[in-house]
C-alpha cells in the first residue's frame, strides 16, 4: 500500500518589487510513504481563483517522481486574497 501526502504550505505575505500588490508563495511538499513501483510519478493540480471571479486565474500542474522528489518547479507566486484549490 502506498500513502501519498501532498502538504500545501503558504507563504507569508509580501510584496512583490515594482507591484505593490501583496503576495503569497504557495509550496507543494510531497511525501510518499511505503514501496513505490520504480518509475513511477505523481502529479498535483493546483486552480487559483478571486473569489469575486468564477473562472480560474492561474492553473498549474505539479510533477514529483517515485520518492516525492519534485521534477518540476514546486512553489508559485500567488496574490494576496487568492484561494487555491
Given at each position: 500500500?502506498?500513502?501519498?501526502?501532498?502538504l500545501?504550505?503558504?507563504?507569508?505575505s509580501s510584496?512583490?518589487?515594482?507591484?505593490?500588490f501583496?503576495?503569497?508563495?504557495?509550496?507543494?511538499?510531497?511525501?510518499?510513504?511505503g514501496?513505490v513501483p520504480?518509475?513511477?510519478?505523481?502529479s498535483v493540480?493546483?486552480?487559483?481563483?478571486?473569489?469575486?471571479?468564477?473562472?480560474?486565474i492561474?492553473?498549474?500542474?505539479?510533477?514529483?517522481d517515485a520518492?516525492?522528489?519534485?521534477?518540476?518547479?514546486?512553489?508559485?507566486?500567488?496574490?494576496?486574497?487568492?484561494?487555491?484549490?
Amino acid at each position: 500500500m502506498v500513502l501519498a501526502t501532498v502538504l500545501a504550505v503558504l507563504g507569508v505575505s509580501s510584496v512583490a518589487a515594482g507591484q505593490g500588490f501583496p503576495t503569497n508563495t504557495f509550496i507543494i511538499v510531497k511525501q510518499v510513504e511505503g514501496p513505490v513501483p520504480e518509475g513511477v510519478t505523481f502529479s498535483v493540480d493546483v486552480e487559483c481563483f478571486n473569489p469575486t471571479i468564477p473562472d480560474p486565474i492561474l492553473h498549474r500542474t505539479f510533477t514529483y517522481d517515485a520518492t516525492g522528489a519534485a521534477t518540476s518547479e514546486n512553489s508559485l507566486t500567488i496574490f494576496a486574497g487568492m484561494i487555491a484549490s
